[in-house]
T-cell receptor, first 110, second 114 residues
Framework: EDKVVQSPLSLVVHEGDTVTLNCSYE??????LLWYKQEKKAPTFLFML????IEKKSGRLSSILDKKELFSILNITATQTGDSAVYLC??????????FGPGTRLSVLP | DAGVIQSPRHEVTEMGQEVTLRCKPI?????LFWYRQTMMRGLELLIY????????DSGMPEDRFSAKMPNASFSTLKIQPSEPRDSAVYFC????????????FGPGTRLTVT
């Protein structure tokens, strides 16, 4: 059965801290891994990763994929209160569907 | 493009009533997904369509739920009869399956069944 696991499920940090969110997966036909940020509304797209070892970066956020070990990490440096959200990892199971993980709820305290 | 459009944005109904949620995917996208999200269960895939054809509805909770996609620009998710445990946010998302692209989510419909 296709599965996406995220850890930790919940994380509380203070502004300025660096956090690493983890996503591991088992799917039958991997095409890409996607990270989304969800605040109070719909998930919004952060990154799409298709190749191992190539870091994607956007401001203080970065992500990398390891297709051999079947995981990805999302790093956020110098966290701000506006980073508080649920971060969802999803895998595009090519030709099938998107499988979402349970999400990591990040709370950044001032 | 206006993005994925969902209506209504909020729906409050009484147990036993029929509820119809609507979605207009992004023009040109050939896949459409219906999700349900609750605090307890997270984001759950209910059903998805490729080229208007339902591919996998194994996530549909029970016979009270049904979904249709009569054409490439419109889909409905119907609950009949509704129950309090159906209260959730229902998201519609679309993507172009011809490319390894992201899913674009609509704003969601917050359903409350009393």
């Amino acid at each position: 059965e296709d599965k996406v696991v995220q850890s930790p499920l919940s994380l509380v940090v203070h502004e300025g801290d660096t956090v690493t969110l983890n996503c591991s997966y088992e799917v039958t036909n991997f095409r890409s891994l996607l990270w989304y940020k969800q605040e109070k509304k719909a998930p919004t797209f952060l990154f799409m990763l298709t190749s191992s070892g190539i870091e994607k970066k956007s401001g203080r956020l970065s992500s990398i994929l390891d297709k051999k070990e079947l995981f990805s990490i999302l790093n956020i440096t110098a966290t701000q209160t506006g980073d508080s959200a649920v971060y969802l990892c999803a895998v595009d199971n090519y030709g099938q569907n998107f499988v979402f993980g349970p999400g990591t709820r990040l709370s950044v305290l001032p | 493009d206006a993005g994925v459009i969902q209506s209504p944005r909020h729906e409050v109904t009484e147990m036993g009533q029929e509820v119809t949620l609507r979605c207009k995917p992004i023009s040109g996208h050939n896949s459409l997904f219906w999700y349900r999200q609750t605090m307890m269960r997270g984001l759950e895939l209910l059903i998805y369509f490729n080229n208007n054809v339902p591919i996998d509805d194994s996530g549909m909770p029970e016979d009270r739920f049904s979904a249709k996609m009569p054409n490439a620009s419109f889909s409905t998710l119907k609950i009949q009869p509704s129950e309090p445990r159906d209260s959730a946010v229902y998201f519609c998302a679309s993507t172009d399956r011809g490319t390894a692209g992201e899913q674009y989510f609509g704003p969601g419909t917050r359903l409350t069944v009393t």
